[in-house]
């Protein structure tokens, strides 16, 4: 497993069943760290292919898609930025281009700069509503209805 963020398998509570997920297609928005690399990791387990998408750090996201790629599943790190509309739309078109088809968005990007609402300024402030929730909305919109997917 990965060395920079090698779980021990006691540190595990259920390893989940590898064909529950087999030979979907994940995409996950902010994949590469934190809350985002757990999921990707935990749907390459459970036999998805995985879309690992990253905003910076192309090493980091990298080694998630290799750490996917361990659990014997295809994996790909693709640079977006999800609060611009045009660079949402080029995550999802690369998902269809290198998988074929796009089964399961997980749209965790975000941002927060630490301050208090109150104390954020305008710009900081549209900057977390771009990524938060327009990051989401861009990353659905291109195919949402037309592949009639639904919001879980």
């Known amino acids: 497993m990965s060395i920079l963020f090698a779980l021990e398998a006691s540190e595990r509570l259920a390893t989940l069943p590898r064909h529950l997920l087999r030979d979907q297609v994940a995409l ?8 985002g690399r757990a999921t990707a990791l935990r749907l390459a387990e459970a036999g998805a292919h995985v879309v690992i998408n ?6 980091v996201a990298e080694e998630a898609s290799q750490a996917c790629v361990e659990l014997c599943v295809r994996a790909l790190a693709v640079r977006a930025d999800v609060s611009e509309p045009s660079e949402a739309e080029m995550l999802v078109d690369t998902a269809f281009e290198k998988f074929g088809r796009l089964d399961l968005v997980v749209a965790n990007a975000g941002i927060w700069e630490g301050a208090p609402v109150e104390k954020m300024s305008e710009e900081l402030w549209d900057k977390v509503i771009d990524t938060n929730l327009k990051g989401s909305l861009g990353t659905f919109s291109k195919n949402f209805f037309r592949l009639g997917w639904k919001i879980l």
């Open 28 to 35: 996950v928005t902010g994949g590469s760290r934190g809350i």
């Open 54 to 59: 990253y905003a910076r750090q192309r090493f």
